[in-house]
T-cell receptor, first 112, second 113 residues
Framework: NAGVTQTPKFRILKIGQSMTLQCTQD?????MYWYRQDPGMGLKLIYY???????DKGEVPNGYNVSRSTTEDFPLRLELAAPSQTSVYFC???????????FGSGTQLSVL | DQQVKQNSPSLSVQEGRISILNCDYT??????FLWYKKYPAEGPTFLIS?????DKNEDGRFTVFLNKSAKHLSLHIVPSQPGDSAVYFC????????????FGDGTTLTVKP
């Protein structure tokens, strides 16, 4: 029972590079989320999805894009990486909106 | 505009004593709250929740209290153990109308042996 799997665990990008953070879940959850956590701060919602083909912005979507072509996968795309995107990124899923979230182990991203 | 706030960044207690972590919220429409625990280099994991129809929910050493009139909830850990040392986040379910984060900034609990 893998739960929510995120790859990679660590990544260093140069300013202006692009990358995709992968997230997959094997619990057949409808809802998926991307959060970022900056040092000493809470989790800020980047994007979320209520099902395959449906995505919506959270409170910090600028500089990111997502897609949800299947129930299992919810990749996060960073275009033109900037130092402000240095953070730890967490993917999560839940069966319903008001249910507890299941988190992946995170991706530590540094943009230099 | 943070809808869930944890005003204490850190808390240190002795092993065996009670730990009390606090959380305040602003949106009276919230009807369900959750606490997550996070160890370094790991994702948060669900700890305990409470519905607004209750004022208390207990699970072993962990109890969450909800005071709706004060828009305040607290997590009690009794007795505290060194393995409880982690960051604790208070959260409410996502408000899709606002798309806003519903996590507090977290409280780092240190339990000293």
């Amino acid at each position: 029972n893998a739960g929510v799997t995120q790859t990679p665990k660590f990544r260093i990008l140069k300013i202006g590079q692009s990358m995709t953070l992968q997230c997959t879940q094997d619990m057949n959850h409808n809802y998926m989320y991307w959060y970022r956590q900056d040092p000493g701060m809470g989790l800020k919602l980047i994007y979320y999805s209520v099902g395959a083909g449906i995505t919506d912005k959270g409170e910090v979507p600028n500089g990111y894009n997502v897609s949800r072509s299947t129930t299992e996968d919810f990749p996060l795309r960073l275009e033109l990486a900037a130092p402000s995107q240095t953070s730890v990124y967490f993917c999560a899923s839940s069966p319903f909106l008001s249910e507890k979230l299941f988190f992946g182990s995170g991706t530590q991203l540094s943009v230099l | 505009d943070q809808q869930v706030k944890q005003n204490s960044p850190s808390l240190s207690v002795q092993e065996g004593r009670i730990s009390i972590l606090n959380c305040d919220y602003t949106n009276s429409m919230f009807d369900y709250f959750l606490w997550y625990k996070k160890y370094p280099a790991e994702g948060p994991t669900f700890l305990i929740s409470i519905s607004s129809i209750k004022d208390k929910n207990e699970d072993g050493r962990f109890t969450v209290f909800l005071n709706k009139s004060a828009k305040h909830l607290s997590l009690h850990i009794v007795p505290s153990q060194p393995g409880d040392s982690a960051v604790y986040f208070c959260a409410a379910p996502l408000n899709t109308n606002a798309g806003k984060s519903t996590f507090g900034d977290g409280t780092t609990l240190t339990v000293k042996p």
